[in-house]
């Protein structure tokens, strides 16, 4: 998804829906889908013919349960059907297509698939594919971070300051808000679009969100230079950009809801800014007001954690 985004092209995918992922290949006009199983081992054993066609008390098989679920949709939409895995398999330690494997293990693969579903055709060997991911388990969230950030740096340019994973815990919560609307509950593809999938558009417009929210935020530079005319100490000015940056995550967060607490609560004391002589004095008393009263959640205790938030509510509400 976030490949294809970069890319600037169309998609819309649907998790947890039959298959690990459904992919279209457009979100306005799909003619294209993908049927994406994953499957992970921390064994380094090749993934062989036998345990990818193997069937337990009847039931399908892990390629012919992607058969079956890629059934309903085969009038529809032009298909592929992709395995993807993180060890080699016997066949082949690269992506490879199923009409593509030599001859032997070809033939070993369709009878297996024929004795599962007899109607099963050579042709359609050419809509199976099989991927070999190079991603460690271990490091998935690592990984999607280093990409993430290189979608950000495309999108906003390698200055532009922001914590990536923020925006993944809100994309990942809409995945998860997704995935809970009961799939019994999906009776055609237009239900299916609108109740299961992510879109281009849904993506595009929470970077426009990012984009505009971060646009709206203090010139720090200038900040801090105002900070120590008026008597802050060179760490204590290191402190409070330190601090900022972990505001500044936080702040654009909106399932954080300790730090939306606190954010009212330092709303509510922005009054005290026509009583203060300068920013400084400001800050210490709208932090000695949240101290006072017990308004400060227990992470969040650092005072130039709570002068930086003070900051940006501050800047917001101008």
Sequence with gaps: ?????????DYMVAFEFHDDVLFFHSENSPAKVDFIQVKTSKKAD???ISELTARK????????????????????FEIRMILVSNNAFEFSDA????????????????NKLKEEFPEFSEDRLVQLHFRV???AVDHIDTFLKGRTQELFEKRFGK??????????????????????????AINNVDDLIAHKCISKSFIEQTLTDVENRHKNTPDIGWLKNQLSAHGWSYDDVISFDKAYARALSDYNDPNNEECLLLQKCIAGKLSLIKTQENISDFLDAVYSELSSAGEIPAPYQN?????????LVQYEKQ
């Design 1 to 9: 998804m976030l490949d294809r985004h970069q890319a600037e092209l």
């Design 46 to 48: 090749p993934r062989k």
């Design 57 to 76: 008390d009847g039931a399908n098989s892990v390629v012919g349960k992607m058969l079956q679920n890629s059934s309903s949709l085969e009038n529809d």
């Design 95 to 110: 992506d490879i297509c199923a009409s593509e494997m030599d001859s032997k293990h070809k033939q070993k693969f369709l």
């Design 133 to 135: 991911s190079k991603i």
């Design 159 to 184: 200055d532009f300051k922001i914590n990536v994973s923020t925006w993944i815990r809100l994309i990942q919560g809409e995945i998860n808000r997704k995935n809970n609307h009961p799939a019994t």
């Design 303 to 311: 005072k130039f954690y709570v002068y930086a938030l003070t900051v």
